[in-house]
């Protein structure tokens, strides 16, 4: 039998991974929309666009997982900020490696190379982003 704190432990967990879902296709749609804005308004090469997408989504995300997702009661901004783009590195990377692998080898679209890469990211950056928070 459960005591109250294992109960409530699970409870936070479940919402927990309900917000990150929640906030995480907000975060793809607008991840998306910008690279796609980049890509084909602008003529910009698709890994190019694909950074810049990522630079802007990456602090986007930053606030919603501190403040809404996880909420961390951190006063530890810098190292915060500093431990969270970090993690993301390992996901633009491996996003640019889909998408070459994609759109140059597979010839795929980019903007549909770009939606496979991003989910793949997205399940890595969760459990990147509850290391994160959860020890902070």
């Known amino acids: 039998m459960e005591n109250d704190e294992q109960v409530q432990t699970k409870h936070s967990e479940t919402g ?18 910008l690279f796609y804005l980049l ?4 003529n910009m090469n ?14 986007f995300a930053f606030i919603v997982n501190k403040l809404f997702v996880f909420k961390s009661k951190s006063t530890a901004l810098f190292k915060e900020v500093i431990s969270f783009f970090g993690t993301r590195v390992l ?5 640019l490696i889909l998408l070459w692998l994609f759109v140059s080898i597979l010839t795929i679209n ?14 890595l950056n969760f459990f990147l982003s509850k290391l994160l928070f959860m020890k902070i």
């Open 16 to 33: 927990q991974v309900g917000r990150y879902v929640v906030w995480g296709i907000v975060t793809v749609i607008f991840n998306i929309y």
């Open 39 to 42: 890509y084909t308004k602008t």
């Open 46 to 59: 698709y890994q190019l666009a694909n950074i810049i997408d990522w630079f802007f989504t990456v602090i």
């Open 91 to 95: 996901s633009l990377v491996l996003e």
């Open 110 to 123: 980019p903007t549909i190379s770009k939606i496979i890469g991003h989910v793949a990211a997205l399940v």
